[in-house]
């Protein structure tokens, strides 16, 4: 089982920055890597990125190159994930949720195996 807990979110001015973070913990180490989604009102949920837990590497959507940017940190034999997300627009107001897939890496939300409850970002103009 992995367990994954998001944080960071809140209210913020656009054209502003957050990084949002997910803990994650459990089996970890045997599962794939981790993707970034969010889901705004009334919308479906958008892929946003992933990174590979063997070497690192991230992927993004198109929507969010170069202002989304994702990375890891395992300290003290914890797994955090982040997503730092710069100029913030209105339009990026969500719930923002990451996910461990066991098999692959991918932009299909089917593949993911477990999800964090989500935290919310909200973006005021």
């Known amino acids: 089982q992995v367990r994954l807990v998001e944080s960071g979110g809140g209210l913020v001015q656009a054209g502003g920055s957050l990084r949002l973070s997910c803990a994650a913990s459990g089996r970890t180490f045997s599962s794939y890597g981790l993707g970034w989604f969010r889901q705004a009102p009334g919308k479906e949920r958008e892929f946003l990125g992933r990174i590979r837990w063997s070497d690192s590497r991230t992927y993004y959507a198109e929507s969010v190159k170069g202002r989304f940017t994702i990375s890891r940190d395992n300290a003290n034999a914890k797994t955090t994930v982040y997503l730092q997300i710069n100029s913030l627009k209105p339009e990026d107001t969500a719930v923002y949720y990451c996910?461990?897939?066991?098999?692959?890496?991918?932009?299909?939300?089917?593949?993911?195996?477990?999800w964090g409850q989500g935290t919310q970002v909200t973006v005021s103009s």
């Open positions: 996910a461990v897939s066991d098999i692959y890496g991918s932009s299909r939300q089917d593949v993911y195996d477990y």
